[in-house]
């Protein structure tokens, strides 16, 4: 099956976000929990059935200005981790999303805070590498559609614009002037490509067309200290057919990169915390001996998308913001 341009889909509105979910003002040293959203934004029967558990939320990335002034308070901060595996965890433990459930309990906005430093436990004042980004909100699936993995809807279609689903660029970066992006960002298959090395083009091309791409959407962004990164969404007609891309994964033959790996960092953070919901998520580094630029990749499956998320930076690419990247557009897909 050729590739089917359908930026036509990528209409659907943004669910409105709650006023509550969209601060990002830096965090106290206390904080409360924030169980339920207000009562004044969020009617009780409004909550969705796949709210991501409380525990997997921690208090700290709550800001203070969104929570209830009953609400309970939070449990104090958990020991710090050794030092040596102060930087390596963070991510897990203090860039969490908040999740808060819009009124018509079909779309959820992720409110990501960045404390200072001084007011987190177990943490240095110097900066972790963390990037900022904007409230994210799930898009709303067109009228009488189902959201991903529902009861009716246990493939995973997603049936909101894929533009919709795609991760926006952190604060303070700059949109990637060589990434070539066609009109809804939507990306050719031929541009696509151009990350793999040559020898594997004609390959993955035929694939797509025989198991049924529809569509490629992509958007890139450097960052001040140099790291560019480019996240690109690839819709098939069904989960089984995303099932063939293998595009994203320890075989994946990216350009300019001898031999690539899992990424160690990635595996002892899942071992020494309990991360938020990573299943279909893999992360992978550029295998040593590097050249001047490192490269990394995220790759995510989630129904009939495949999300495959690329980093370089001269000399090595930071774990944090890698791993954090891939855990909000995951979050994004779920």
Same mark, same amino acid.
């Given at each position: 099956?050729?590739? @089917? ?11 409105? *976000?709650?006023?509550?979910? /969209?601060?990002?003002? !830096?965090?106290?040293?206390? *904080? ?8 004044? %934004? ?14 997997? *939320?921690?208090?700290?990335? *709550? ?7 009953? /609400? ?10 050794? $030092?040596?595996?102060?930087? +390596? ?9 908040? #999740? ?6 079909? /779309? ?25 980004? !904007?409230?994210?909100? $799930? ?7 189902? #959201?991903?993995?529902? $009861? ?9 614009? #894929? ?9 303070? %970066?700059?949109?990637?002037?060589? +990434?070539? +992006?066609?009109?809804? %960002? ?15 083009? /004609? ?46 994964g320890p075989d994946m033959n990216l350009a300019g990169v001898n031999r690539i790996e899992t990424d160690s960092a990635w595996g002892k953070a899942k071992v020494a915390q309990s991360p938020p919901d990573t299943s279909g998520v893999t992360i992978l580094e550029e295998s040593a001996p590097v050249g001047d630029e490192q490269t990394k990749a995220g790759c995510v499956q989630s129904g009939d998308v495949r999300a495959v998320i690329l980093q370089t930076r001269k000399g090595q690419v930071a774990s944090v913001p890698l791993h954090q990247t891939?855990?909000?557009?995951? @979050? #994004? +897909?779920?």
């Amino acid at each position: 099956m050729t590739e @089917q341009n359908t930026a036509g889909a990528d209409t659907a509105p943004a669910a409105t *976000v709650p006023a509550d979910a /969209a601060a990002a003002a !830096p965090a106290p040293a206390e *904080v409360t929990v924030l169980d339920t959203p207000p009562a004044d %934004s969020v009617p009780a029967d409004a909550i969705a059935a796949d709210a991501v558990p409380a525990d997997a *939320v921690p208090a700290d990335a *709550v800001p203070a200005d969104a929570v209830p002034a009953e /609400a309970p308070a939070a449990a104090p901060a958990p020991a710090a981790p050794p $030092k040596d595996r102060r930087k +390596l965890f963070a991510f897990l433990r203090w860039s969490a999303a908040v #999740l808060v459930f819009g009124a018509a309990g079909t /779309a959820a906005a992720y409110g990501v805070a960045q404390p200072e430093r001084t007011d987190i436990p177990g943490l240095s004042t110097r900066n972790d590498g963390r990037w900022i980004y !904007p409230v994210l909100a $799930k898009p709303t699936p067109p009228p009488g559609a189902p #959201l991903p993995f529902a $009861k009716d809807n246990e493939d995973g279609i997603h049936y909101a614009g #894929l533009t919709q689903l795609l991760l926006p660029a952190p604060k303070g %970066s700059a949109p990637d002037a060589g +990434l070539k +992006l066609e009109k809804d %960002s939507v990306v050719t298959v031929d541009t696509f490509l151009e990350e793999y090395e040559g020898t594997a083009r /004609a390959e993955m091309k035929q694939g797509f067309t025989d198991n049924g791409l529809r569509q490629i959407v992509g958007r890139g962004w450097t960052t001040p200290d140099g790291t560019r990164t480019r996240v690109y969404l690839l819709r098939f007609h069904a989960s089984g057919f995303a099932d063939t891309f293998e595009g994203c994964g320890p075989d994946m033959n990216l350009a300019g990169v001898n031999r690539i790996e899992t990424d160690s960092a990635w595996g002892k953070a899942k071992v020494a915390q309990s991360p938020p919901d990573t299943s279909g998520v893999t992360i992978l580094e550029e295998s040593a001996p590097v050249g001047d630029e490192q490269t990394k990749a995220g790759c995510v499956q989630s129904g009939d998308v495949r999300a495959v998320i690329l980093q370089t930076r001269k000399g090595q690419v930071a774990s944090v913001p890698l791993h954090q990247t891939v855990i909000l557009q995951h @979050q #994004l +897909l779920g």
